[in-house]
């Protein structure tokens, strides 16, 4: 079993930067992968990133491509979401998920091919 926890999440302005945290306990995230979802009020939970462990695969969402970064620290089992540029239509809680396996690009987006998933953090961009 993985338990994830999000954290870093708050309050900024448009054109801030703010950097995610996914943490999981419960087993390293060795041959995973790992994604960001992301849900506004009012709206679907949508894919944001993902990356496979060994770093041989990642990929975004068309609205986030070249704002957003998603990476990995290995000793600290832990998934971060360098986010710049926020705008206000970025304002959503962000999930963290993971499933025990790699992804193909094509599914890495897909919600249901992930096991785990975090609590969220929430991220509001005022303008």
């Known amino acids: 079993q993985v338990q994830l926890v999000e954290s870093g999440g708050g309050l900024v302005q448009v054109g801030d930067s703010l950097r995610l945290s996914c943490v999981g306990s419960?087993?390293?995230?060795?041959?995973?992968?790992v994604g960001w979802f992301r849900q506004a009020p009012g709206k679907q939970r949508e894919f944001v990133a993902a990356?496979?462990?060994?770093?041989?695969?990642?990929r975004y969402a068309d609205s986030v491509k070249g704002r957003f970064t998603i990476s990995r620290e290995v000793p600290k089992n832990t998934v971060y979401l360098q986010m710049s540029g926020l705008k206000p239509e970025d304002t959503a809680n962000y999930y963290c998920?993971?499933?025990?396996?790699?992804?193909?690009?094509?599914?890495?987006?897909?919600?249901?091919?992930?096991?785990?998933w975090g609590q969220g953090t929430q991220v509001t961009v005022s303008s």
């Open positions: 419960g087993r390293t995230f060795s041959g995973s992968t």
């Open positions: 990356l496979r462990w060994n770093l041989s695969n990642t």
């Open positions: 998920a993971a499933t025990n396996r790699y992804l193909i690009s094509s599914t890495m987006a897909l919600m249901g091919e992930y096991n785990y």
